[in-house]
Nanobody, 129 residues
Framework: QVQLVESGGGSVQAGGSLKLSCLASGYDFTGYCMAWFRQAPGQAREKVAGLTTGGGSTHYAGSVKGRFTISEDVAKNTLYLQMDSLKPEDTALYYC??????????????????????WGQGTQVTVSS
């Protein structure tokens, strides 16, 4: 079955960097929509970045564009999120998610948590001021 395991979270000061990893297993890695979401206490889960695995395009939420970079290593079945210039408002539990692309559409169209059927357990990122 599909399994996603995140790692790389931690505590950093504002302006610092972290790189999250999501190891995927149980399916053919390429040709899927994979994404990073985050959820802060008391707030809704929001999508921060996504891509089409196997060399497809990337997309970002406006709040992280220019600071976060999503990437993949197909040989390692791993999704990454490089987070630079971190801010206290980036503090959240970060999740990776995967699902098939929408029929006739692009992965960017999968914007809601309900659009993704498989999730990791999350990794905590805490940014102090």
């Amino acid at each position: 079955q599909v399994q996603l395991v995140e790692s790389g979270g931690g505590s950093v000061q504002a302006g610092g960097s972290l790189k999250l990893s999501c190891l995927a297993s149980g399916y053919d890695f390429t040709g899927y929509c994979m994404a990073w979401f985050r959820q802060a206490p008391g707030q809704a889960r929001e999508k921060v970045a996504g891509l089409t695995t196997g060399g497809g395009s990337t997309h970002y939420a406006g709040s992280v564009k220019g600071r976060f970079t999503i990437s993949e290593d197909v040989a390692k079945n791993t999704l990454y999120l490089q987070m630079d210039s971190l801010k206290p408002e980036d503090t959240a539990l970060y999740y990776c998610a995967v699902d098939r692309p929408p029929y006739g559409g692009a992965c960017e169209h999968l914007s809601q948590p309900s659009d993704f059927g498989h999730w990791g357990q999350g990794t905590q990122v805490t940014v102090s001021s």
